[in-house]
């Protein structure tokens, strides 16, 4: 999945988060539950992606534990 913008802000995960705020969160939520994320930069232009894959992430066939 991927979403674009054309922000020139960093996208991070944010540590100052309050209780009553209403931003911030939406890294938080794309790194508890996708499997593996990252940002890419637009080119040329400002803005970026944000890509996230869901699932597992260990990649051994089901039953064939080590």
Do not use: C, H, N, Y
């Amino acid at each position: 999945m991927e979403v674009a913008d054309d922000g020139e802000e960093v996208t991070r995960l944010r540590g100052d988060l309050v209780d009553d705020g209403e931003g911030g969160r939406g890294l938080r939520i794309v790194d508890a539950l996708a499997s593996r994320w990252g940002v890419t930069p637009k080119r040329p232009g400002p803005g970026k992606t944000v890509w996230f894959e869901l699932g597992q992430e260990d990649t051994d066939p089901p039953g064939e534990e080590e």
